[in-house]
């Protein structure tokens, strides 16, 4: 019986997919960890994913829920997707580790 599959996204500009990867098996999952370089990177890799039969898929902060929402549209709603959010009180903290707002997501 295949296991299931859950993924996690990453996307920002110095990501390079090839390289910035990793997977875990366990006797009841496979986790996928993958990198992207920006939406459109991302739009495929959700696409393979689903034909893997990903049935669960976490966005980084970077996706928003915008992009979040195109993502769940592309795959018809057939895959479980969330991203990661923060308490708004924590901004300053985030900004202030990012080096920019952030509030400036990458829109699909």
């Known amino acids: ?39 459109a990177q991302a739009r495929r890799v959700l696409l393979d994913l689903e034909q893997e039969g990903a049935g669960a898929v976490e966005l980084c902060g970077a996706f928003g829920p915008e992009a979040a929402e195109a993502l769940i ?9 969330g991203y990661v959010t923060h308490f708004p009180k924590q901004d300053n903290l985030f900004d202030a580790f990012w080096g920019s707002p952030h509030s400036q997501q990458s829109n699909p």
């Open 1 to 39: 019986m295949k296991k299931p599959l859950y993924a996690f996204l990453l996307m920002g500009n110095d990501y390079q997919p090839e390289t910035h990867h990793a997977e875990f098996e366990t006797d009841r999952m496979v986790t996928k960890i993958i990198t992207v370089s920006d939406f």
């Open 73 to 81: 549209q592309e795959t018809g709603n057939r895959i479980a997707i």
